[in-house]
């Protein structure tokens, strides 16, 4: 199992206050508490859909078992699964990630003892991204029971300007169907095919059934 949090929240989102205004051509400020609750609520639509991190935000990754502990010692050359089996990577939810701020393993003792930067690399050429240890490198053993091992990473585009513009665009039709439809309780409230469509490109899937790929893989049921 494996837990995942907001370390540090974002304090941007995708579309700005103003851009939602320009798109809805509203000149007053009357609305702007509901359109920053919109604001809001379209960034969050549109991280949940794609399973990316927009604008910048800090997570925090625990694990409890990193798959490899107590695994028996074998003898000669492996292909295929078990070649992917012994890469050992662990998938970092809610890409694209930018930095990995620090990796941290506890024992029963519930110390922190830094995992060295000498240990493993960040993959950000796929997508999620990965951390991946480098050759020869083994995770540590003995961990306490839960929560393990803590990866500390940086994910998100960045600020609002550096959103992909079909994203932004995607959040403005949603945000001006949700300002459109205010009010309407009777039937369910649900995107308009134009902001899917745009945010399609841009969804992360995880398609393996790999058994071998085992819990190091972890989906907190945004992406299977």
């Known amino acids: ?25 509203i000149e007053t400020s009357d609305d702007d508490t509901l359109l920053g609750i919109i604001r809001v609520a379209v960034d969050s639509w549109a991280k949940e859909y794609t399973h990316r991190t927009l604008c910048t935000t800090i997570y925090e990754l625990f694990i409890d078992d990193l798959s490899d502990i107590n695994v028996p010692l074998r003898e000669g050359m492996y292909n295929g699964i078990d070649a992917i089996y012994n890469r050992r990577p662990i998938v970092l939810p809610f890409s694209p990630v930018s930095a990995i701020n620090h990796a941290k393993y506890y024992g029963d003792n519930d110390v922190a003892v830094t995992y060295s930067t000498d240990n493993y690399f960040l ?15 083994t ?15 940086t994910a998100g585009y960045g600020a609002n300007t550096s959103v992909p513009s079909a994203i932004k665009m995607a959040c403005l039709i ?42 190091r893989n972890y989906s907190f049921g945004v992406y299977g």
Not at 123 to 137: E, N
Not at 183 to 200: M, R, W
């Open 1 to 25: 199992m494996a837990g995942l949090k907001i370390q540090t929240a974002q304090t941007d989102f995708a579309v700005t206050l103003a851009e939602i205004k320009s798109h809805l051509k």
């Open 123 to 137: 993959d950000t050429a796929s997508i999620p991204s990965r951390f991946t240890l480098k050759t020869g490198k």
């Open 139 to 153: 995770f540590p053993n003995n961990l306490r029971p839960v929560n393990g091992f803590e990866i500390k990473y």
């Open 174 to 215: 949603y945000a001006s169907y949700l300002y459109e439809h205010r009010g309407d309780n009777e039937t369910p409230i649900k995107a308009p095919y134009s902001a899917t469509a745009l945010l399609e490109p841009y969804v992360v899937k995880r398609l393996s059934t790999n058994p071998y790929m085992t819990n």
